[in-house]
C-alpha cells in the first residue's frame, strides 16, 4: 500500500498524536463487527477482510474495504472500477471518499476516528511517518491524493448544479434559449467566482436596487449616442405590432452609425389609429431626440402612417418621412404570390409538402435520415422572404426528398397510404413542380438578396439600395434570359411597389455621394437622381451651407484635391462609404457633413424587433402607476442590452421562427391516421434544424432546360393553368 494516497486522511497538526488517538479503542469495524458501509456491497474471501469481492462485477479486490470503495466509485486509484456497480451506489461511494479528504473548521484535515477500518489502520502507521516530515511536504501529499476524487465530484457537481438550473428553467417557464444568452453565462461565471456561500438577490434588490442602477447605466450609454446623432445625424424608426391578445403595440427606436437604441413602446390598443394621432407620437418622438439631430422618421408603409409622414414633414421642416424598405420588399414578394398563379400554386404545394413531413415527428426522423441533418425550412426577417427561401430549400434537397418518398421506409409506413401522403408523395415526383420552383426562385432571390442588405448590420444601407434595386431587375431579366413574357410582369410588381414608395430624395442622393458608384464607369447623374441630391440640400441645409456644398460639389465631381489621390481612387470601392468621406472629405467639410448624414442612414425599421414577453409585461391591463414605471424600467433595460449585444443579425436564427409556423402546422394537426403515436411538431425541434444552405449565395441551379420560358404573366388567363396545377 502507497503511503501518499492516504496521507489525506491523516490530520495535519503537530506531531502524530491526532493520528494515533484510537490505538487503545476497539475497532468498531473489526470483522466480527462490520459496520463500514462498504460491505453492504462486497463480502470477505474465506475471512480474509483485505480481500473483498464485489457484488456487482464479482471481481475480488485486494487492499481492503478502503480500496474497494474505490473500486465501487470508479476513482481508478490503485483499482480498477466496477463496470456494473448502481450509479446511486457509485455516486454515494464518491461522496465518502469526497467527504473523508476535506479539512475540518480549522484548516486541519478530519480525524481518522471518522472512517472505516482499512483507513483507521492504515492510519495508525502513517502518522508515524507523517510526524517525522515537514508540513509543507505533507500539504502536497494532500493535494495530489485530492486530484483525482476532487475532478471526479467537480463533475458531478456541475451535473446537479446544472440540473438546478434547468428546474429553475422549468418551473418558471423560461424560454430554454436563453442559456444562449451571453449575460447567463456571466452570471455563472460570477456565482463561481464568488465561491461558496453566495447569497442570491432578493426580490427587493432584483426589484428596485439592481434595476435602477441598470436604468442609469442605460441612460448613460445613449448619452454617448446622442453625441455620435449631434454628429452624424441618426433615423428614428418605429414599427407596430399585435401580440397574443391582440393589443396593438408601437416601438420607438433610434438608429446612427454607432448602433440603435431603444427609446420606449406604447399600448395604442384603445387608440384610433388616425394619420393625426400617429403624428402626434411621431412629433413627440422627434422633439424627445432633438429635431436638429434626426435626418429621417422611417415607419410602416400603411397609408395612414404615410399621412402622417407627409404632416410631420410639413412642420419638420428639415427631416424626410421614409417607409421601410424591407416591408416594402416584403409587400413585393406577397405580390408575386397572390398576382402570379404559377407562384401561388407553387408555394401552397411546398406548404402541405412541409407541414405534412414537420406534423409527423417519424417522418421528421425519416427526412433528417436522407437529408444528412439538414430541414426544410429557411427562416428569414420577413414572412414572405420566409416563404421562397423554404421554397430554396426544398429544391437544395430535391434529389433527397425523391429518395425518401422512393424508399422502402416510406412505401411501408403507413403515412404512405393516407390521401395526404399520396398527394404529397405526388407532389415530390412531380417534375414540372421543381421546375416550377425554379422558376419562383429566378423572381424572388435578387430581391432577398436586397433585403438581406436593407436589415444588415455591418454597413448602413442608405448608399447602396439605389443601385442594388436595379441590378435585381437586371438580375431577374438574366434569370429568364431576357423573355421579356417571363420577366416582364416581375417587373411591373417591382416598379408599381418602387415608384410609389421607395424613389425618395435620400435614395438617389446616397448613390450620388456614394464614390464607389460615383467614380465608376457606369455611373449616370439621371435627371431624377440630381433632382433627389438638390431636395436633400434644400430640405436639410441652411442657405448659406447649400450655397457652398453646391461648390463643393464640384471637387468631388471632378476628383480634385484629396478626392483625386491615387489612395482616394483605389479605396473608393474598398472603404465604407462614410468612412471614405471622413478620410478624403476634409477639403469640403460642409459637403462632407452633409455626404456623412446620409451615408450614415438604414432604410429599414426591422431593428424594432418584436419581444412579446417583454412587452406583455408592460402593457398589463391592470397596473398602477408605480407598477407600471418599473415595468416600463425593465424593458428599456432589456431591449438595450439586447440591442448592445447584437453586432449581425443572423438571418438563419431558427429560434426566431415560431412552432405554428404556415410552413410547419398543418390546418388540423390531429388527423385520424396520428393514433396517438405521432406529436405535433415542437419548438425543441425546430432549434435543432440545421439550414439547407447558406444564404450569402443565393443562387438557382441551372439544371432545367427551358423553364425559363414559363409565362408568367398575372392576368386571369392564368387562373386556368392554376387550377390544373392544383389537381396535378
Known amino acids: 500500500m502507497e503511503s501518499q494516497p492516504l496521507s489525506a486522511f491523516i490530520r495535519t497538526g503537530s506531531g502524530g498524536g491526532s493520528g494515533v488517538c484510537g490505538q487503545n479503542k476497539k475497532r468498531k469495524n473489526a470483522l466480527g463487527s462490520r459496520t463500514d458501509i462498504g460491505w453492504q456491497h462486497g463480502y470477505p474471501v474465506s475471512g480474509d477482510r483485505r480481500k473483498v469481492t464485489c457484488k456487482y462485477c464479482g471481481k475480488t479486490n485486494t487492499g481492503g474495504i478502503f480500496r474497494f470503495k474505490h473500486h465501487l466509485a470508479c476513482t481508478r486509484e490503485n483499482v480498477e472500477p466496477c463496470n456494473f456497480v448502481p450509479d446511486d451506489v457509485r455516486k454515494e461511494m464518491l461522496k465518502i471518499l469526497v467527504k473523508s479528504t476535506e479539512r475540518s473548521p480549522n484548516g486541519n484535515l478530519v480525524s481518522v476516528a471518522e472512517f472505516g477500518e482499512e483507513e483507521r489502520e492504515i492510519g495508525l502507521v502513517l502518522s508515524q511517518r507523517l510526524a517525522r516530515s515537514s508540513l509543507e511536504n505533507q500539504l502536497v501529499a ?237 427562416p428569414a426577417v420577413t414572412r414572405f422572404a420566409t416563404t421562397y427561401l423554404t421554397l430554396g430549400c426544398l429544391s437544395d434537397n430535391k434529389m433527397s426528398l425523391v429518395a425518401m418518398f422512393s424508399s422502402t421506409q416510406w412505401k411501408s409506413s403507413r403515412f404512405a397510404f393516407t390521401e395526404d401522403g399520396k398527394l404529397v408523395e405526388q407532389v415530390v415526383m412531380d417534375s414540372m413542380f421543381w421546375e416550377n420552383v425554379s422558376v419562383c426562385l429566378k423572381a424572388a432571390y435578387p430581391l432577398i438578396k436586397v433585403l438581406r442588405l436593407v436589415d444588415a448590420n455591418d454597413k448602413p444601407a442608405m448608399g447602396f439600395i439605389y443601385e442594388e434595386m436595379d441590378r435585381a431587375k437586371e438580375k431577374i431579366q438574366a434569370n429568364f434570359r431576357n423573355v421579356k413574357k417571363s420577366y416582364e410582369p416581375i417587373w411591373k410588381i417591382i416598379d408599381e411597389r418602387w415608384e410609389a414608395q421607395l424613389h425618395n430624395p435620400l435614395y438617389t442622393a446616397a448613390y450620388y455621394l456614394n464614390p464607389q458608384f460615383h467614380y465608376s464607369p457606369k455611373f449616370k447623374a439621371k435627371f431624377k437622381v440630381k433632382h433627389g441630391l438638390y431636395k436633400c440640400m434644400d430640405r436639410m441645409l441652411t442657405p448659406e451651407d447649400k450655397d457652398k456644398v453646391d461648390s463643393q460639389l464640384e471637387m468631388f465631381k471632378e476628383a480634385k484635391g484629396l478626392f483625386g489621390i491615387r489612395s482616394a481612387k483605389s479605396m473608393s470601392d474598398k472603404k465604407q462609404p462614410t468612412q471614405w468621406w471622413d478620410s478624403y472629405g476634409d477639403e469640403c467639410p460642409e459637403l462632407q457633413k452633409f455626404a456623412i448624414r446620409i451615408l450614415s442612414l438604414t432604410c429599414s425599421s426591422l431593428g424594432c424587433e418584436r419581444n412579446s414577453s417583454a412587452f406583455e409585461m408592460v402593457h398589463k391591463k391592470r397596473r398602477n402607476w408605480l407598477h407600471q414605471k418599473k415595468m416600463n424600467d425593465l424593458v428599456f433595460v432589456m431591449y438595450n442590452q439586447i440591442l448592445k449585444n447584437k453586432n449581425v443579425r443572423e438571418l438563419d436564427d431558427l429560434d426566431n421562427i415560431s412552432s405554428d409556423d404556415e410552413w410547419i402546422t398543418e390546418d388540423d394537426v390531429a388527423r385520424e391516421e396520428e393514433e396517438g403515436e405521432d406529436v405535433a411538431f415542437e419548438m425543441q425541434n425546430l432549434e435543432e434544424m440545421k439550414p439547407c444552405a447558406s444564404v450569402d449565395d443565393l443562387e438557382i441551379h441551372e439544371n432545367l432546360g427551358d423553364s425559363n420560358d414559363v409565362d408568367t404573366d398575372n392576368s386571369c388567363e392564368n387562373e386556368a393553368m392554376e387550377d390544373q396545377n392544383e389537381t396535378d
Not at 239 to 259: C, E, H, M, Q
Request: hydrophobic share 35%; with cysteine; net charge positive.
Open 142 to 378: 494532500t493535494e495530489s491524493t485530492q486530484s483525482p476524487i476532487s475532478q471526479l465530484s467537480k463533475e458531478d457537481l456541475r451535473e446537479e448544479a446544472s440540473r438546478q438550473i434547468a428546474r429553475f428553467f422549468y418551473t418558471s417557464a423560461i424560454p430554454l434559449n436563453c442559456v444562449k444568452n451571453p449575460e447567463f453565462e456571466k452570471m455563472c461565471l460570477m456565482i463561481a467566482k464568488h465561491g461558496p456561500g453566495f447569497k442570491p438577490p432578493t426580490f427587493h434588490e432584483v426589484r428596485e436596487k439592481f434595476l435602477k442602477q441598470e436604468v442609469e447605466e442605460t441612460k448613460n450609454l445613449i448619452e454617448e449616442h446622442k453625441l455620435d446623432w449631434k454628429i452624424k445625424g441618426c433615423s428614428i424608426m418605429s414599427n407596430g405590432w399585435t401580440d397574443k391578445k391582440r393589443r396593438s403595440i408601437v416601438n420607438f427606436l433610434v438608429n446612427s452609425p454607432k448602433g440603435t437604441v431603444f427609446l420606449s413602446s406604447r399600448d395604442v390598443s384603445d387608440v384610433s389609429k388616425t394619420a393625426e394621432k400617429i403624428f402626434e407620437m411621431l412629433d413627440e418622438i422627434v422633439e424627445q431626440v432633438g429635431e436638429e439631430n434626426v435626418v429621417q422618421v422611417i415607419t410602416d408603409n400603411a397609408t395612414n402612417y404615410k399621412v402622417a409622414g407627409q404632416m410631420l414633414m410639413e412642420k419638420r421642416r428639415r427631416l424626410f418621412w421614409t417607409p421601410c424598405a424591407a416591408h416594402c420588399i416584403d409587400l413585393m414578394l406577397e405580390d408575386f404570390e397572390e398576382r402570379i398563379s404559377l407562384h401561388k400554386s407553387t408555394i401552397k404545394k411546398g406548404r402541405m409538402m412541409t407541414t405534412f413531413i414537420y406534423s409527423r415527428t417519424k417522418l421528421i426522423s425519416m427526412l433528417k435520415h436522407f437529408t444528412k441533418g439538414k430541414d426544410l425550412i429557411r
